[in-house]
C-alpha cells in the first residue's frame, strides 16, 4: 500500500514555517556574536548589565567591580571575606558637627577628604584626592572618637564599602555618608583633570559639579542626639 500523500499546501507552509524558525535563530545568532561594543557584562558572571548597575569591593585587591544584580544579592549580607556589595544611596548628614580645630588637628592638606573603616579598625583610614590619586592619612582613634561621640550615625557607617565623605571647600560645609565608589569617582576626575600647581579651571568646576550632582541625590539625615531621622522631601 502507498503512503499517504501530503497536500502539496501543507507541505509548502511546514516548509516556509520551518525556514521562518531558521531565520529566527540565525538573527538570534548574530544578535549573540554582533554584541555592540562597549557594552558592559558583570564582572563575576560575565552577565549583561545595565549601565546604572551595582558594584562589589573586592576586599583583598581593593578594586570595585560591576555586578549584575543577582551576583549583587548575593553577596548583598556583606557575610563573604572577599566580595562587599557597595550601597547605592548617600545620605546628606543635617547638622553634622565638625570643627575647624578638629580639621585643623588631621592636618589634611585640602579640604576635601574621606573617611573609611578597612580591615576591622578601630578607627577610619583618612584618605584626601590629590593628582597623584588617594593619599593616605593615619587618623588617630582619639580624634574619631571625639567625632563620633558628637556624631552618633557614624556608628551606623558600614565598614569597606562606606565613608564619611567631606567637603569643606564650599560654604556651607556638606558632610555624607557616601558609598566608596563615589569617593574614588571623586578621586578620579581630580586625577584626570588637574593641570598645573593648582588643578585649573576645569578640575574645580569637576569637583563643584560633583557635589552638586550627589547634594541632588542624597537624602537628607538630620543630625540629632538620639537616633537620627529621615527629613521629608
Known amino acids: 500500500m502507498s503512503e499517504p500523500s501530503v497536500p502539496a499546501v501543507g507541505l509548502e507552509r511546514n516548509m516556509t514555517a520551518n525556514i521562518e524558525n531558521q531565520d529566527v535563530f540565525a538573527g538570534l545568532r548574530r544578535l549573540i556574536r554582533e554584541r555592540p561594543r562597549g557594552e558592559e557584562r558583570c564582572e563575576l558572571?560575565?552577565?549583561d548589565i545595565y549601565a546604572d548597575h551595582s558594584h562589589l569591593l573586592d576586599i583583598k585587591t581593593r578594586k570595585i567591580m560591576c555586578s549584575c544584580e543577582p551576583c549583587a544579592i548575593l553577596f548583598s549580607?556583606?557575610?563573604?571575606?572577599?566580595?562587599?556589595?557597595?550601597?547605592?544611596?548617600?545620605?546628606?548628614?543635617?547638622?553634622?558637627?565638625?570643627?575647624?580645630?578638629?580639621?585643623?588637628?588631621?592636618a589634611i592638606p585640602i579640604n576635601m577628604a574621606f573617611f573609611c573603616i578597612r580591615g576591622g579598625a578601630a578607627q577610619p583610614t583618612a584618605f584626601y584626592p590629590s593628582p597623584a590619586g588617594a593619599t593616605e592619612s593615619l587618623l588617630s582613634l582619639e580624634s574619631w572618637q571625639e567625632?563620633?561621640?558628637?556624631?552618633?550615625i557614624l556608628k551606623?557607617?558600614?565598614?569597606?564599602?562606606e565613608a564619611l565623605l567631606v567637603n569643606r571647600v564650599t560654604q556651607p560645609h556638606d558632610y555624607y555618608l557616601a558609598p566608596i565608589d563615589e569617593c574614588y569617582r571623586l578621586v578620579g576626575l581630580i586625577r584626570s583633570k588637574w593641570r598645573?600647581?593648582?588643578?585649573?579651571?576645569?578640575?574645580?568646576?569637576?569637583?563643584?559639579?560633583?557635589?552638586?550632582?550627589?547634594?541632588?541625590?542624597?537624602?537628607?539625615?538630620e543630625q540629632t542626639s538620639h537616633a537620627p531621622t529621615e527629613l521629608s522631601n
Not at 566580595?83 to 570643627?99: C, M, N, Q, T, V
Open 147 to 152: 567625632i563620633v561621640e558628637q556624631n552618633p
Open 156 to 161: 551606623n557607617m558600614t565598614p569597606e564599602v
Open 45 to 47: 558572571c560575565s552577565a
Open 77 to 106: 549580607s556583606q557575610a563573604t571575606k572577599n566580595y562587599h556589595r557597595i550601597p547605592r544611596d548617600a545620605r546628606l548628614l543635617k547638622g553634622f558637627e565638625f570643627s575647624d580645630s578638629q580639621w585643623d588637628s588631621l
Open 196 to 221: 598645573g600647581f593648582s588643578g585649573g579651571t576645569e578640575v574645580w568646576q569637576a569637583i563643584g559639579n560633583f557635589f552638586m550632582s550627589l547634594r541632588e541625590r542624597a537624602l537628607p539625615i
